[in-house]
């Protein structure tokens, strides 16, 4: 079974940072495209940022300059590193892993169970 493991979350004021953790866990053979969600209340999920297993990243309109994606594959991790942070930017934060079990095995897209992060004084 795998499994995503979100952490960092939390409180920060307006133009704070925080940064956000993904451990992938469990059996894995290889991992594709890492990445970042998010969802505001009334609001529907959105894409973040993204990260290929060559380090391709692409973001968010909303997030560039701001926001900076990475992994390190050695850990089966992902990273957001978070800056000058919004009021709008308040959400729960979720990561995401295309993932091959087995070297058979097609690719799966799998799920953390989320972060909340609130920008606010």
């Known amino acids: 079974q795998v499994q995503l493991m979100e952490s960092g979350g939390g409180l920060v004021q307006p133009g704070g940072s925080l940064r956000l953790s993904c451990a992938a866990s469990g059996s894995i053979f290889s991992i594709n495209v890492m990445g970042w969600y998010r969802q505001a209340t009334g609001k529907e999920r959105e894409s973040v940022a993204t990260?290929?297993?060559?380090?391709?990243?692409n973001y968010a309109d909303s997030v560039k300059g701001r926001f900076t994606i990475s992994r390190d594959n050695a850990k089966n991790t992902v990273y957001l590193q978070m800056n000058s942070l919004k009021p709008e930017d308040t959400a729960v934060y979720y990561c995401n892993a295309e993932i091959r079990r087995y070297v058979w095995e097609t690719l799966y897209t799998y799920w953390g169970q989320g972060t909340q992060v609130t920008v606010s004084t």
């Open positions: 990260i290929t297993s060559a380090n391709s990243t």
